[in-house]
């Protein structure tokens, strides 16, 4: 089993930053291509950022496209999500996600999903 645990997340004004870390343990080999998806209150969970496994490919929801960067370091086994100008409308409960492919890829769909964290809260303030 693969075991992700996320942090970084609080409360911050509107335009301002935050880093969320997602780190992989137990049969971390088992854990390949990553992402990020988030659920607002009253809102189905949707689909933020993906990383491939090979960390070469990267794929963005529209609403996050330009402000949001996610990226990985394989040593440390971790994935990072960096959000810049956050707006109100960010807030949400964000989730690590992993899949169990062994082929790099991005994963967008949470139907391909294989590994959940257990979420951390990002609230922003207007």
């Known amino acids: 089993q693969v075991q992700l645990a996320e942090s970084g997340g609080g409360l911050v004004q509107a335009g301002g930053s935050l880093r969320l870390s997602c780190a992989a343990s137990?049969?971390?080999?088992?854990?390949?291509?990553m992402g990020w998806f988030r659920q607002a209150p009253g809102k189905e969970r949707e689909f933020v950022a993906g990383?491939?496994?090979?960390?070469?490919?990267?794929s963005y929801a529209d609403s996050v496209r330009g402000r949001f960067t996610i990226s990985r370091d394989s040593a440390k086994k971790t994935v990072y999500l960096q959000m810049n100008s956050l707006k109100p409308e960010d807030t949400a409960v964000y989730y690590c996600?992993?899949?169990?492919?062994?082929?790099?890829?991005?994963?967008?769909?949470?139907?391909?999903?294989?590994?959940w964290g257990q979420g951390t809260q990002v609230t922003v303030s207007s």
């Open positions: 996600a992993a899949d169990s492919s062994v082929w790099s890829r991005v994963v967008v769909s949470q139907r391909d999903i294989d590994y």
């Open positions: 990383i491939s496994r090979s960390g070469d490919s990267t």
């Open positions: 137990g049969r971390t080999f088992s854990a390949g291509n």
